[in-house]
């Protein structure tokens, strides 16, 4: 009966399923589906791949554009530290002068005190006041002493009226606490030459 089953059709009539002009018909409507889905696949493919491409050279140009601009950046950088390092060496350069003609202030002012100028005459030219009489130092090699010594600039010196009356009377205390256990002896008394004292 099966068989009866299997076997059984109509005359004339195209047998169902894989045979006959319909499933010819769909069979090449699948294959040119199939086609056209391969070909759209390849057709994608290639445009991913000419998009990738694009990505590709437009990356390239990006980072060579900003390859230059640190190339510029770094020069301009180098530039810039170049000129601070040089404005510094000119401000410290600056800031010296100002302290060299300060100085030269100073000693302009103390040329204005008439002591400093007779003290600078006594010992740079010999000069003394009519009726002094000179008086050189030496030591035993027969060189002056104290040749260096000069007069302090006036507003540099402290002021001996400014301690106070504390600072004197510790001061004392200090001298009363430990007295000098020796006393010095006086030292020789200078003479002046007699040509000296004629004149």
Do not use: C
């Amino acid at each position: 009966m099966a068989d009866d089953r299997r076997t059984s059709r109509k005359p004339g009539r195209p047998a169902s399923g894989r045979s006959g002009p319909r499933y010819a018909e769909r069979l090449k409507a699948e294959r040119k589906k199939a086609a056209r889905e391969r070909e759209a696949a390849l057709v994608r493919a290639r445009n991913e791949h000419q998009h990738k491409a694009r990505l590709t050279s437009r990356a390239a140009i990006l980072v060579l554009v900003l390859a230059v601009l640190a190339v510029s950046y770094a020069s301009s950088l180098r530039a810039y530290l170049q000129q601070r390092s040089s404005i510094a060496a000119l401000e410290a350069q600056i800031s010296e002068r100002e302290a060299t003609i300060d100085d030269l202030r100073d000693e302009k002012k103390r040329w204005g005190d008439p002591a400093y100028v007779a003290q600078q005459a006594r010992a740079r030219l010999g000069y003394v006041v009519p009726g002094d009489t000179p008086f050189v130092v030496v030591d035993a090699d027969g060189n002056p002493l104290d040749a260096g010594a000069e007069l302090g600039d006036p507003s540099k010196v402290a002021d001996p009226d400014k301690q106070t009356w504390y600072e004197d009377a510790w001061d004392s205390m200090k001298i009363a606490g430990n007295p000098p256990t020796r006393v010095r002896d006086p030292k020789d008394e200078i003479k002046a030459p007699k040509e000296d004292l004629e004149q």
